[in-house]
Nanobody, 117 residues
Framework: QVQLVESGGGLVQAGDSLRLSCAVS????????IGWFRQAPGKEREFVAE???????SYADSMKGRSTISRDNTKNTVHLQMNTLKPEDTGIYYC???????????WGQGTQVTVSS
């Protein structure tokens, strides 16, 4: 069973930056594609970004050009750097780990990001 622990959320102003981290433990890190999702109040959870085991990345259109996802294979950690934050980026950000080539996955507990205007 893999464990995911998110950190780095907080209250910031529009235009600020935040760096979220997801620490992964319990299984071989390279077995997983790691992604970030977010859920705003009253809305469904949505995809933000993903870094695959090969370090290939993908982003939601709303985050392209404003964010960078990366994985540190020496520390079993994934980072999401978000810049030029907007109020609509507010939500709980969840780390998601999926075993490569399968639908087997786990979620972290989430970290709150609040962007004030």
């Amino acid at each position: 069973q893999v464990q995911l622990v998110e950190s780095g959320g907080g209250l910031v102003q529009a235009g600020d930056s935040l760096r979220l981290s997801c620490a992964v433990s319990g299984r071989t890190f390279s077995d997983y594609d790691i992604g970030w999702f977010r859920q705003a109040p009253g809305k469904e959870r949505e995809f933000v970004a993903e870094v695959r085991w090969s370090s290939t990345t993908s982003y939601a259109d709303s985050m392209k050009g404003r964010s960078t996802i990366s994985r540190d294979n020496t520390k079993n950690t994934v980072h999401l750097q978000m810049n030029t934050l907007k109020p609509e980026d507010t939500g709980i950000y969840y780390c998601h780990a999926r075993i490569v080539g399968t639908s087997v996955s786990s979620w972290g507990q989430g970290t709150q990001v609040t962007v004030s205007s």
